[in-house]
């Protein structure tokens, strides 16, 4: 089982960038593949995106294509997401997911399971 802690969220005005990063302990972040989700109160966690074991296969939600960028640095047990031209709709607290294995349909990678950290806080204003 692997542990994760995001890190990076904050408070941000519109138009403005932030860089969430999640840290793996415990077990080789490479042998996961991780997404990212985001929640706000009263809403189900919402897929964000999702980054291949080898970082060569990436996928987003609409909302966020063209803003938000997921990278990993697996010599790091680290994975990223860059986020930019944020909106006040992308307030949220946002959660990394590790799952073993790749994942490419979305049935599979945006699903409910593997490990999860604590999330980190993003609120961006207008």
């Known amino acids: 089982q692997v542990q994760l802690v995001e890190s990076g969220g904050g408070l941000v005005t519109a138009g403005g960038s932030l860089r969430l990063s999640c840290v793996a302990s415990g077990n080789t972040l490479s042998i996961y593949s991780v997404s990212w989700f985001r929640q706000t109160p009263g809403k189900e966690r919402e897929f964000v995106g999702v980054i291949s074991t080898s970082g060569g296969f990436t996928k987003y939600v609409d909302s966020v294509k063209g803003r938000f960028t997921i990278s990993r640095d697996n010599t790091k047990n680290t994975a990223y997401l860059q986020m930019s031209s944020l909106k006040p709709e992308d307030t949220a607290m946002y959660f990394c997911?590790?799952?073993?294995?790749?994942?490419?349909?979305?049935?599979?990678?945006?699903?409910?399971?593997?490990?999860w950290g604590q999330g980190t806080q993003v609120t961006v204003s207008s």
């Open positions: 997911n590790a799952k073993p294995g790749d994942y490419t349909d979305p049935d599979s990678y945006t699903r409910n399971f593997g490990s």
